[in-house]
């Protein structure tokens, strides 16, 4: 009898788990199947592509017909692949035919060049007047090739537990909120709302199946409640872009589905081996929480500190540092000399500061330091990887501050109260036991890093209550769709780093020498760092918040007003204002838009005026026990 | 006469103990031949500060100098080409608190001293 009931639980426990396997099997079959309708459907445009005669407007028609339906069969996939593997992906339907790429990998080694393919770009050279067969083929090869990869068993082996599942879904909402219905990789913008209904609802299958197959793990019934409500009000919604109501979208849907995924990717611990994760935080409940991701280590050499007494003697010590001009080899210049705390840490005076010399200028605009923390890479062309090296190279430039560090170290210990303050703190850093200049830029930076922490008026609109008024949300939703500000300046922090925000995007847009567009700015940009002709001219995105504070705009403090920039934009860029300009990222062809949606802009882009309490500047400065140094000016001279 | 040798093999022995741990510096790094003599004080300073920091930071999970963890790696050389690095840094916040706290130039320097030191055979 024993010997039977032992057997009946014995089998039983095989047959749950047989058929806990075989649930499991109709989520990964899903993906199967999806990779499968896609392939044929790529393989159907293939055989469309070779046998058409690209001079014939019908034929070029039934091939853009064509990339239509494949388009359709990517979306349904779209949830996995982005996340998986993004790189090949890129060649599935990436926007650029050469990118650099600078995710925070580059943190470690030089940028890649990664050859684009697939069908924005398929699309885009069927547009161009005259076509190369060959080549609209091998943009279509590159796609099916790289589909490839996400066959292989390290890929779809991911999928056997829940753990993907809920990473995937986090960059799916983040997209969401963020390029997807700005017709970032959607050339034709009469095709985005209809894409975007026919990708939420393929995941919803994905959803049904990832539930069924991972019961113990499930989406709850309050999120797909409000998943559906978002299918539903899309399905509502416009399917013109331009008057689709982006605001609403993500506040009252999309933010609140965050969340609700934030709170499983705690609940069910779930776990990465993804570097799609490395910058995203886990304990984040809203995409405007300014914790959203890290990219920058404020700390520096202090980074391992965590005594929050200690932490604020070295951030007393970073705020003197940043008014200190013995930090500039002639002991006239601070930080905050270009840097202006009480002008937002800019400039707004001068489009580009003075060199050391006080007779010429440098070539570029002094940035806002508010919201600097938000860039992977640093300085206008991406020199840095760290605040703390962009703090050190300005320092010792001989056009800038000119010091040195040895100079620098001898001056700055010469004071009872900074040496008294870096000698304790040194003890906590054993790698540098010796003050250094790294110990030095290190509380600048984790002085000024405070500013970058306060919300705007859009932000609270977004995370409580807060009502916009109506030509605010109207300025967003053009910033997302007819204005394509959005398509670079992602949200949330309106600068060039997009989900999973691990790289910062550069772009040429044309900027001229002055506002008589005579001639480009001959600046090279990112050039300088990359030299590469896809790089010439190129300068990473700034973000737009506080820039009604800002001015003057550009790389080069061309733009006295918002409006000028906006012009620009609504030119079609340097060249839409009749600039040579070499692989410019921005299309030539003007906006159109009104003056009433001009204005809606602006009234947008003030709500992103952070509400920020600035402080006093220090009184006086550390004492010397070198005289000459004692007279020296809280801020510089200039 | 014995007193004479055992203080002669002493004190020869300590030279030599003497001279090993001087050079121990240079030799307990592999630099790649190419690199010029400045740059090879560069790189075993950034190593010392990588050993520091490993040393009080890492060395208790990921044994190298002493057991470390069951089940948590002990860096080889192929496991640690700064790519994959990266992306084990990145890897989980939840196991790695420490390397998610560090700058990136902390980082570099346990990378630059993992990839670089020698390993006895």
């Known amino acids: 009898m024993k010997i039977f009931l032992v057997i009946l639980i014995l089998s039983a426990a095989v047959f749950c788990l047989s058929f806990n396997l075989l649930e499991k099997k109709e989520y990964q079959s899903l993906y199967a199947t999806s990779l499968t309708e896609f392939k044929q459907e790529q393989n159907q445009l293939r055989i469309t592509i070779e046998q058409s005669n690209l001079s014939d407007e019908k034929d070029r028609e039934k091939i853009k017909q064509q990339i239509r339906n494949n388009r359709i069969k990517l979306k349904a996939l779209d949830f996995w692949l982005r996340y998986l593997e993004p790189i090949a992906y890129k060649k599935i339907n990436g926007p650029l035919p050469v990118e650099w790429e600078t995710e925070t990998f580059e943190k470690y080694e030089p940028p890649y060049r990664r050859q684009g393919g697939g069908l924005t770009l398929a699309e885009l050279s069927l547009e161009e007047k005259t076509v190369n067969k060959d080549s609209v083929l091998s943009l279509i090869d590159t796609s099916v090739l790289a589909l490839q990869t996400f066959e292989a068993d390290s890929i779809a082996s991911q999928l056997e537990t829940h753990h993907h599942f809920f990473l995937a879904n986090r960059l799916y909402l983040l997209n969401l909120a963020t390029i997807y219905t700005t017709g970032f990789e959607c050339p034709d913008t009469n095709d985005i709302i209809p894409e975007l209904r026919n990708m939420l609802s393929s995941v919803k299958n994905i959803y049904s199946d990832f539930n069924t197959s991972f019961s113990s793990f499930p989406l709850s019934k309050e999120y797909l409640d409000v998943y559906y409500k978002l299918i539903k009000f899309v399905n509502s919604q416009p399917a013109d872009f331009t008057l689709f109501d982006h605001f609403s979208f993500i506040k009252d849907f999309l933010n609140p589905l965050f969340r609700l995924n934030q709170q499983f990717i705690n609940k069910y611990d779930v776990r ?8 995203l935080e886990n304990d984040v409940y809203s995409i405007f ?133 870096f000698r304790k703190f040194a003890r906590y850093t054993p790698e540098e036991k010796n003050v250094s200049l790294t110990h030095i830029v290190s509380a600048i930076t984790f002085y000024y890093a405070d500013f970058s922490y306060y919300y705007s008026p859009f932000d609270n609109a977004m995370n409580n209550a807060f009502h916009l008024s109506d030509a605010e949300r109207k300025g967003f ?74 001015k003057p705009y550009m790389h080069n403090g061309v733009f006295q007003t918002l409006d000028q920039v906006i012009d620009l934009y609504d030119a079609g860029g340097g060249v839409g204002k009749k600039l040579m300009v070499d692989n410019q990222t921005l299309s030539a062809d003007s906006l159109h838009l009104s003056k009433e949606e001009k204005n809606n802009l602006v009234a947008f882009i003030h709500s992103l005026n952070e509400n920020i309490i600035f402080e006093v500047p220090p009184a006086a400065l550390p004492v010397s026990s070198d005289k000459n140094l004692n007279k020296r000016k809280v801020g510089g001279e200039y | 006469m014995k007193l004479i040798i055992t203080i002669s093999v002493l004190l020869s022995s300590t030279a030599v103990f003497h001279q090993c741990a001087t050079q121990s510096k240079v030799t307990e790094y592999e630099i790649p031949g190419h690199v010029t003599k400045e740059n090879r004080e560069l790189f075993i300073q950034k190593c010392e500060k990588g050993k520091v920091l490993y040393k009080i930071h890492c060395g208790g999970c990921h044994g190298i100098f002493t057991k470390g963890k069951d089940g948590i790696p002990n860096f080889t050389k192929t496991q640690i080409d700064s790519y994959h690095a990266a992306a084990l840094i990145g890897i989980d916040p939840r196991n790695h608190a420490v390397a998610k706290k560090m700058s990136s130039d902390q980082i570099d320097q346990i990378i630059t001293f993992l990839r670089l030191r020698k390993i006895d055979k």
């Not at chain 1, 990465?272 to 910058?279: A, K």
């Not at chain 1, 500000?485 to 002055?514: L, W």
């Not at chain 1, 990112?526 to 001219?537: A, D, G, L, T």
């Open chain 1, 477 to 550: 939703n053009l910033f997302m769709s007819k204005a394509q500000c959005g398509t670079c300046h992602f949200v949330p922090q309106f600068n060039g780093v997009k989900p999973p925000y691990t790289g910062s995007e550069f772009e040429i847009i044309g900027v001229p020498e002055d506002s008589s567009y005579k001639r480009l700015n001959p600046d090279k940009g990112r050039y300088e760092i990359n030299s590469v002709k896809e790089m010439m001219n190129a300068f990473r995105t700034g973000t737009v918040r506080n820039v009604m504070h800002t």
């Open chain 1, 272 to 279: 990465t081996i993804s570097q799609m994760d490395i910058s």
């Open chain 1, 289 to 421: 929480d300014k914790k959203l991701y890290n990219s920058q280590n404020t700390k520096g050499v202090f980074s391992l500190i965590e005594d929050e007494k200690l932490l604020a003697e070295i951030k007393k010590m970073g705020k003197l540092l940043f008014y200190d001009p013995i930090l500039s080899g002639n002991n006239k210049r601070s930080c905050a000399s270009c840097h202006k705390p009480t002008e937002y840490f800019t400039d707004t005076t001068m489009a580009t500061p003075f060199q050391f010399d006080q007779q010429q200028h440098l070539s570029r605009n002094a940035p806002s330091l508010i919201n600097s923390v938000f860039n992977h890479l640093v300085m206008q062309d991406g020199k840095h990887i760290a605040l703390q090296g962009q703090a050190k190279d300005v320092i010792q430039n001989p056009k800038e501050m000119n010091s040195t560090e040895k100079e620098l170290l001898k001056k700055v210990m010469s004071c009872k109260e900074y040496k008294d303050a």
